[in-house]
């Protein structure tokens, strides 16, 4: 089993939408977890990060499950600018501080 | 702020030339890492500085892979003798002191290798 897994998609979804991604992670002892964006031939930048408790930043909502193991990321009202491929990043603490990257979902916000 | 800088932004070689990639981190982050994504391939790591403490090479692919860090900020990764293989975007990344796990990363524009 990969590390961190995601579904590659693509999601292909009309204006407004709402869209949910989900990422699981198969090490327990994981800590941190933050969602990327990468726009096509551009590098990966900050999302935001999940918290234990979930966090919104407006139209994006993160979840943490813990005992599931995976983290999910919901985008609400869809705009043709949230196209672009989410990676999910998981780390933990101890040693050397490596995150592992998820392959990343494909969306497609069409109009 | 100056984010972190990456050169050259496209490089292409012959295989089996050396190539040297050079990354620019965030001033006053201490940890640096390299990554390398292939297309429509996820991220992969390569190589991680942190301060002063030796790097963790854990995921440099083979011995033709190596990486300095001088002054505890620019970063060199050089490729020897280059395989088509090595042919990706080489991403450099740096994050603030912190505790590690918490720390977001800034990455730089990436360098596209091309070896013919």
């Known amino acids: 089993r990969k590390e961190v897994e995601q579904d590659p998609g693509p999601f292909n979804v009309p204006e407004g939408a709402t869209v949910a991604f989900n990422c699981t992670y198969s090490n327990s002892a994981s800590q941190s977890f933050f969602w990327y964006r990468q726009d096509c031939r551009k590098e990966p930048k900050l999302l935001m990060s999940v918290y234990s408790s979930g966090n919104?930043?407006?139209?994006?909502?993160?979840?943490?499950n813990r005992a599931?193991?995976?983290?999910?990321?919901?985008?609400?009202?869809?705009?043709l600018s949230d196209s672009a491929t989410y990676l999910c990043v998981v780390g933990r603490s101890g040693g050397s501080y490596i995150p592992t990257f998820g392959r990343g979902t494909s969306l497609i916000v069409h109009p | 702020?100056?984010?972190?800088?990456?050169?050259?932004?496209?490089?292409v070689t012959e295989k089996?030339?050396?190539?040297?990639?050079?990354?620019?981190?965030?001033?006053?982050?201490t940890a640096l890492y390299w990554y390398r994504q292939?297309?429509?391939?996820?991220?992969?790591?390569?190589?991680?500085f942190q301060g002063n403490s030796?790097?963790?090479?854990?995921?440099?692919?083979?011995?033709r892979f190596s990486a300095e860090r001088t002054g505890g900020s620019v970063s060199t990764l050089t490729i020897?003798?280059?395989?088509?293989?090595?042919?990706?975007?080489?991403?450099c990344a740096s994050?603030?002191?912190?505790?590690?796990?918490?720390?977001?990363q800034y990455f730089g524009p990436g360098t596209r290798l091309t070896v013919l």
């Open chain 2, 54 to 63: 030796a790097p963790d090479k854990s995921g440099l692919p083979s011995d």
């Open chain 2, 1 to 11: 702020g100056a984010g972190v800088s990456q050169s050259p932004s496209n490089k």
């Open chain 2, 38 to 48: 292939s297309l429509g391939q996820g991220l992969e790591f390569l190589i991680y």
């Open chain 2, 95 to 104: 994050s603030s002191p912190g505790t590690g796990p918490s720390d977001t």
């Open chain 2, 80 to 91: 020897q003798r280059t395989q088509q293989e090595d042919s990706a975007v080489y991403l």
């Open chain 2, 16 to 29: 089996g030339k050396d190539v040297e990639l050079r990354c620019d981190p965030i001033s006053g982050h």
């Open chain 1, 56 to 64: 919104e930043d407006g139209r994006f909502t993160a979840q943490l």
């Open chain 1, 68 to 79: 599931s193991q995976y983290i999910s990321l919901l985008i609400r009202d869809s705009k």
